[in-house]
């Protein structure tokens, strides 16, 4: 068996690259430089919040090649759950933390700016007590009815 010094190094196997690590600019840039075949992809909307989708996806709205208007809150909507906040004595953010959404959802409704969803109009209902759908609009929320 031949002596080794101090300075003599033996490797018994190279450790792998870790996925992130294959996957850094570093990798991609030496893998360019050497001529290996490298294969790039990008998802499409991964990770992203479906809860909050409107009627409409916004693919489907990029592809249409007329010009579309998409349908937004109406600000007498926006006044009436402003009044109704006010009254219980809420700020948005005290709203909003209510109905387990951002401050910045119940600034868009109030200002007429959101996309309608029936979920988070429910919730706005009945944290402040006025009905903001159907035919009588600020009219107070009675809740469902039970049987008699």
Known sequence: MAEVGWDDVTYLRKKTPKAAEARSSKAVNSAMRSGTDIETSKKYGGGGNKQHMGSRDSAAVCRDTEETKIETVSLDVGKLIQKGRTEKGLTQKELATRI???????????AGRAIPNNQILS??????????????????????????
């Open 100 to 110: 387990n959404e951002k401050p910045q959802v119940i600034n868009d409704y109030e």
């Open 123 to 148: 919730k706005v209902e009945r944290i402040i007590g006025l009905k903001l759908r159907g035919k009588d609009k600020g009219k107070p929320f009675g809740g469902p009815k039970g049987k008699k």
